[in-house]
């Protein structure tokens, strides 16, 4: 069935560091992919999301890169902080426009 | 402008008892989607709801859960006769439109003893 894979399931990096999160989804009819932050105890929130008629996005620290050939798309958070310290789901639409969460990654900030 | 909203925040039952959750989706959202989440887990999709329907439950046990989303009040996920096995994180989304971007609001802690 359609589904979305997500690695590293956990990633440590170094504070100051670059961290780069990956996902694959099997339906070639995916156009929306948004990344969602939660932190111990709280809601996801949306960090950043793009459409498949762009190859990639920034905002700030974070950027995510797409490619609709591959099936493929990553999270890039660059010079991290402790404040980044958190699990990041990545999620595609199917194409009746379901969203599929990936499973997650838990991402730690090292001092 | 607030956001989604749900309540009770935190919810203990006995097995076998009922289980009502509740969930007030953004201002002009009309759609809505509960999700479960264990612990260390991902977010498992359950029912999608639109105002006064269901259009996928794909997600939902065939037993003991049912949602709805009234005309007029919150959209209510009910879990009868609740097992030790419910116990979870249930989050509801809201998004303006299908496809559109899905705001969480802060969950329901589900403990069963």
């Known amino acids: 069935g359609e589904n979305v894979e997500q690695h590293p399931s956990t990633l440590s990096v170094q504070e100051g560091d670059s961290a780069v999160i990956k996902c694959t989804y099997s339906?070639?009819?995916?156009?929306?992919f948004p990344w969602y932050k939660q932190e111990l105890g709280k809601r996801p929130q949306l960090i950043i999301d793009i459409r498949s008629n762009v190859g990639e996005k920034k905002d700030q620290r974070i950027a995510v890169t797409l490619n609709k050939t591959a099936k493929h798309f990553s999270l890039h958070i660059t010079e991290t902080q402790p404040e980044d310290s958190a699990v990041y789901f990545c999620?595609?639409?199917?194409?009746?426009?379901?969203?599929?969460f990936g499973k997650g990654t838990r991402l730690h900030i090292l001092p | 402008n607030a956001g989604v909203m749900q309540n009770p925040r935190h919810l203990v039952r006995r097995r076998g008892q009922e289980a009502r959750l509740r969930c007030s989706p953004m201002k002009g959202h009309s759609h809505v989607y509960w999700y479960r989440q264990l612990p260390e887990e991902g977010l498992k999709f359950m029912v999608y709801l639109q105002k006064e329907n269901i259009i996928d439950e794909s997600g939902m046990p065939k037993e003991r859960f049912s949602a709805e989303f009234p005309k007029e009040g919150p959209s209510i996920l009910r879990i009868q006769q609740v097992v030790r096995g419910d116990s979870a994180a249930y989050f509801c989304?809201?998004?303006?439109?299908?496809?559109?971007?899905?705001?969480f609001g802060p969950g329901t802690r589900l403990l069963v003893l």
């Open positions: 999620a595609a639409t199917l194409r009746d426009d379901k969203i599929i």
């Open positions: 339906d070639s009819a995916s156009n929306y």
């Open positions: 989304a809201s998004s303006r439109n299908l496809a559109e971007t899905q705001y």
